[in-house]
């Protein structure tokens, strides 16, 4: 054990004495602290926005309230009112922002059909979907990897290029103890970057401190593992340091993009994007054909959906507002069955990504930290189905005013419906996705220590 | 009585050749066995074999007594090995250097000590603190020596030890192993150089192609007809 610890310290000494190393883990430490700066400021930013949306349904009631002085029908309000549904990042969404750039995170309603409404909403910058978010989480999952290559791609071979192999084995030490130490102090780098860059970002984004700060870290510390277990395997070939290096990004390549994008390519064809247009259209179709059909099929239709408003008067005007909105409802109707459809093509093909992920680790490591950080499809998902209900609960709230022919008077406006929507951790998925990882370590390590066992080490 | 070094018909069989063939061979503490040959003889195979760093086809190799196959770590606290071209770490100072080697063996000296083993060793003591890339060979040699020294190994393993120190370094190289000779270390040496075989070694083996085909005692003939011994086997 004292002479592990010796090794240990002249690794240290080593490695104080090596430019290149100390740059590689001061521009990975940077890399970090810019992750931890860009999510923290990326969730700032929608918070902000989210906020923003709030004044601007004030602006929007005040607005409405100069215009209708005298309060008014409340199918004037239920056109010219908009509201939001929004979606609260969850605290820890600055360390994974998954796909909250891509997924609107505030949809913009009225009381209009709703389909139309939910994926209008066009609030991304394709340029920037192009690069990816550069979180926290992107530094972890794809370039501490690279880190890790950088340090240990010749932990062993440079004993052997350099020379250093024979007079260090002519002491009574073990090659595995000497491969043991080494890995052992790059260990302790790494993880201990990984966790400082971890608890940096926790603190910074205000992270509200539950089980996920364990369930993270150890995350983190089995991914490192994974990639150190990795560079041991391909060491335990003992072929020369540049076979290693090509070796090791070849590995990184392979993970990290080409079976990703494999993946892409099999999941879009065993699971293709749903496409929003046959809905949109029909939903359209249905809306717009609201106008020519006779007054009382359409009404026969709604009624039949709401009994309850059946006794109102029989419409007679041209134009009336509960018409317009029960032939709004109708379209949403009409399409509901692609609707839940389009959900759970979704979500099924997030199912598919889940069962495949067994293939990348870095692909089941980017789900785990989304998944903890509610950021992933599903809580979009939800997010779309909790801005339904809120649909439906403004419906509800409207009709009243509607059906019964009540003016919409300004102290109404404080009694309708707002809506707020916090994105849950997925523990469920998360935890799944740890038992993965660690059996991807498990067996990673094993090959690798069976290797090392079985190959005969050659001192020069 | 118990050697300090033994091989017992010692094999070594290579895919292609057959590097050494059965080896006998016993040295005494206090003995310094000079073993001339040709490159590619088979000198620093037995070397090797004796270190442990491949392992015999057939028979087997002990030292104190102990088969080396079976005992790896235990036969390196008896034995110290400075080998032709010492590779050091380039990061490091010979000082440190000479502080990590030492240490693994389970020493562990005061700075001053450590130096005093360096200087002894005949390198400056200003370059001792001096990273060692920047060495020379013959510097990186000294250092080799004073880590075998600091060791005080029962057996010592050279394998051309002397190659690129300079006529009085490898003067001084020869006093310090005739000393250590005196304090009862064993020493197996790997050399070309026969006058200086002749100087220090109490026995002289001649090797070629794998076979030790000669083992003189160095007091029953000077060193030309050392030579001429050897050139003849050679030519043979």
Not at chain 1, 338 to 363: C, D, F, G, I, W
Request: glycine content about 6%.
């Amino acid at each position: 054990m004292k002479k592990f610890w010796i090794l240990i310290k002249y690794e240290w000494l080593n490695f104080r004495a090596d430019k290149g190393l100390l740059i590689l883990v001061t521009l990975t430490l940077l890399a970090g602290l810019y992750g931890i700066y860009y999510g923290t400021t990326e969730v700032q930013r929608q918070q902000q926005n989210i906020a923003g949306l709030e004044k601007l349904t004030e602006h929007n009631v005040e607005e409405l309230k100069a215009k209708y002085p005298e309060g008014t029908d409340a199918g004037d309000i239920g056109y010219y009112h908009s509201t939001f549904a929004v979606h609260h990042p969850d605290s820890w969404a600055s360390l994974a922002l998954g796909q909250r750039d891509v997924n609107p995170y505030y949809i913009k309603l009225r009381l209009l059909n709703l389909q139309s409404q939910l994926y209008d909403t066009e609030n991304i910058n394709p340029q920037k979907v192009l690069a990816g978010n550069f979180d926290l989480s992107f530094v972890l999952v794809y370039l501490f990897p690279l880190l890790i290559i950088g340090l240990c791609f010749n932990i062993l071979s440079i004993e052997k290029e350099q020379g250093t192999l024979p007079l260090l084995l002519s002491q009574p030490i073990s090659l595995p103890l000497i491969v043991g130490a080494k890995l052992t102090f790059r260990m302790l780098v790494v993880l201990g970057l990984g966790l400082l860059l971890s608890i940096l970002a926790m603190i910074w984004g205000k992270v509200l401190p539950d089980g996920r700060v364990a369930l993270w870290l150890g995350v983190v510390v089995l991914y490192c593992l994974f990639w150190f277990a990795v560079a041991f395997l391909v060491a335990a070939l003992q072929k020369n340091s540049a076979f290693n290096a090509v070796t090791l990004l070849g590995v990184w390549l392979l993970l990290t993009i080409v079976i990703p994008a494999l993946l892409n390519v099999y999941v879009s064809i065993k699971q293709p994007v749903p496409q929003a247009l046959a809905l949109t259209i029909q939903q359209r179709e249905v809306v717009h054909g609201g106008w020519d059909k006779p007054k009382r099929e359409t009404m026969d239709k709604f009624f039949a959906l709401y009994p309850q408003w059946r006794d109102t008067t029989e419409i007679k005007e041209r134009f009336v507002w509960r018409w317009y909105y029960a032939f709004h409802h109708l379209g949403d109707v009409a399409v509901q069955d692609l609707a839940t459809q389009y959900k759970q093509t979704l979500l099924a093909r997030h199912e598919l990504v889940q069962k495949l992920n067994v293939l990348s680790v870095p692909v089941n490591v980017q789900g785990i930290f989304n998944a903890m950080a509610g950021s992933d499809l599903p809580s979009y998902v939800q997010f779309l189905q909790s801005a339904t209900r809120y649909h439906d609960r403004l419906r509800e709230f409207y009709y009243p005013f509607l059906f019964r022919q009540i003016t919409f008077t300004h102290a109404d406006f404080a009694r309708e419906p707002r809506h707020s929507f916090a994105s849950a951790p997925d523990m469920k998925s998360a935890t799944a996705g740890l038992l993965k990882l660690l059996v991807s370590v498990g067996i990673v390590f094993g090959a690798g220590l069976l290797l090392f066992r079985w190959k005969t080490a050659s001192v020069k | 009585m118990e050697f300090a070094l033994e091989a017992r018909q010692l094999k070594k069989q290579y895919q292609d050749k057959l590097a050494l063939k059965g080896l006998n061979l016993q040295i005494e503490p206090g003995e310094i066995f000079c073993l001339l040959g040709q490159n590619g003889a088979g000198k620093s195979t037995t070397i090797n074999l004796f270190l442990g760093f491949i392992t015999p086809t057939s028979g087997a190799a002990y030292i104190n007594g102990l088969e080396v196959a079976t005992n790896q770590l235990k036969v390196k606290e008896y034995l110290a090995y400075i080998p032709e071209n010492v590779m050091l770490y380039p990061n490091l100072t010979g000082l440190e250097n000479l502080t990590l080697f030492s240490s693994l063996a389970g020493f562990d000296y005061s700075p001053e000590s450590l130096m005093q083993y360096l200087i002894e060793a005949g390198l400056p003591s200003e370059a001792a603190t001096r990273k060692v890339g920047a060495y020379s060979k013959g510097m990186r040699q000294k250092v080799g020596i004073a880590i075998a020294v600091a060791k005080h190994a029962r057996v010592l393993l050279l394998d051309e030890p002397t190659s690129g120190l300079d006529p009085k370094a490898s003067n001084e190289f020869s006093d310090l192993l005739l000393k250590l000779s005196g304090q009862g270390t064993a020493i197996f040496m790997a050399t070309h150089d026969i006058f200086r075989a002749k100087e220090v070694g109490t026995r002289v083996g001649i090797m070629r192609e794998g076979e030790l085909v000669d083992v003189l005692s160095t007091t029953d003939l000077n060193a030309n007809e050392l030579e001429n011994l050897y050139l003849n086997y050679m030519h043979a």
